[in-house]
């Protein structure tokens, strides 16, 4: 079909728009990551997401919506059983997970898993515990240094994460030690979705920095995506920031590490000036690592704001042939209780310089229909066992 010959969806990881019917079941209630950060701050300077839709969409606060958007807007609701990055990244392709991967915040993890850990890889568990990186390396990692002991925590995320000095764990062993976990952690009451290897170097306290050669063994999708569709029918599959590392690789063809979520934005406006043909599939996560989880709205606020700056570059860079998607993957309300994600409806803005005009859509059930109608779009089928419609002729 080929409407359009890029299609740019990007993820604004964490932020939704309000409670669905089942949040209470994952401990949810009245939650609204966008809504409530609004009302915390009055206003924020948003321009471009409110010309996409994105007050008419999800109203809260002292702002209003815009009288004629220019994109397409909806609400989303999750079908599959979870409220994390991999689940909601993963649906957005097609695939629903029945099964959520497990999180350990509250209690660490369970001792007969560390007593397989210990065992296998030689060394003393020390942490245990739900926390912020950089924080338990000052509190732990003289005791790693001096006892040869290995870090591990967890977060509010299904992760399981691994600390190692690189001058005294060596990389290779740290990294072994994470494949071994990875391995132990494929059983169903300990499946977790992502180990990561967390290396750091310095000698003692207010030394201590995490470096760049972090690993993230994360569970490849429980079936063939979208991604894998277009990467087989010979179409480029870009990914920039953390959509390698949620999807193990699988289906993309060129990969960009980011380092804040305003380099994502940057590397995505420079890979639109380049010349390309298929989907270009963006994960912004500092809304959710660093502001959701640690309950700083008005950090949050900010970064929604330093995102609309880049969203306006964007918009300016987007050829008549380019789609370009808004989205989340899950809600982080940082006015909540706790530190965990937040069961929500996530947004859908859709815009390109070919639509006639804007406004509402028809509210959907599942994240598929990106998938989908990314799929129907570049002429490919969507592979078995899959999920979702295609919604691409609202969407020209």
């Not at 409407?3 to 604004?12: G, P």
């Not at 059983?187 to 207010?206: L, N, T």
């Amino acid at each position: 079909m080929n409407e359009y010959k890029r299609i740019f969806v990007i993820v604004l990881d964490s932020l939704g728009i309000g409670a669905m019917p089942d949040s209470p079941k994952f401990g949810d209630i009245g939650v609204d990551t966008f809504g409530h950060i609004l009302e915390k701050m009055g206003t924020l300077n948003i321009p471009n997401l409110k010309k996409l839709g994105m007050l008419n969409l999800h109203k809260a606060g002292k702002m209003v919506g815009e009288e004629n958007p220019i994109g397409r807007y909806m609400r989303l609701g999750e079908t599959s059983n979870g409220k994390d990055t991999m689940t909601g990244h993963w649906e957005m392709m097609g695939i629903k997970t029945e099964k959520p991967f497990k999180t350990f915040t509250d209690t660490g993890f369970p001792p007969e898993l560390i007593a397989e850990l210990e065992k296998q890889c030689g060394k003393k568990v020390i942490g245990n515990k739900s926390a912020s990186g950089t924080e338990i390396i000052e509190e732990l990692g003289e005791e790693e240094i001096n006892t040869g002991a290995m870090i591990v925590y967890t977060s509010a995320d299904s992760v399981l994460q691994i600390c190692g000095n690189e001058e005294t764990f060596d990389l290779e062993n740290l990294y072994r030690c994470c494949e071994i976990a990875r391995e132990i952690t494929m059983k169903d009451e300990w499946r977790v979705g992502r180990v990561i290897a967390r290396p750091y170097i310095g000698k003692k306290k207010g030394e201590f920095k995490r470096t760049s050669n972090r690993h993230d063994y994360a569970l490849k999708p429980t079936g063939p995506t979208t991604l894998n569709a277009l990467k087989d029918a010979g179409l480029d599959v870009i990914g920039v920031g953390k959509i390698n590392d949620i999807f193990c690789g699988e289906g993309i063809t060129e990969t960009y590490h980011s380092n804040s979520s305003v380099h994502g934005m940057e590397q995505t406006i420079e890979i639109c000036k380049k010349d390309f043909h298929g989907l270009c599939y963006v994960n912004l996560v500092d809304f959710d690592a660093l502001w959701g989880h640690r309950r700083d709205v008005e950090g949050y606020g900010k970064e929604i704001e330093k995102f609309d700056q880049n969203l306006g570059v964007l918009l300016e860079e987007l050829g008549a042939e380019d789609l370009l998607i808004l989205t989340a993957d899950h809600g982080n309300d940082p006015t909540y209780t706790g530190t965990d994600h937040t069961r929500e409806y996530v947004p859908f803005m859709a815009y390109s310089k070919k639509m006639e005009n804007g406004g509402a859509l028809e509210n959907e059930d599942t994240f598929a229909v990106i998938g989908a109608s990314v799929a129907e779009n570049f002429g490919v089928e969507m592979p078995e066992s899959t999920i979702g419609s295609s919604i691409l002729g609202k969407l020209i």
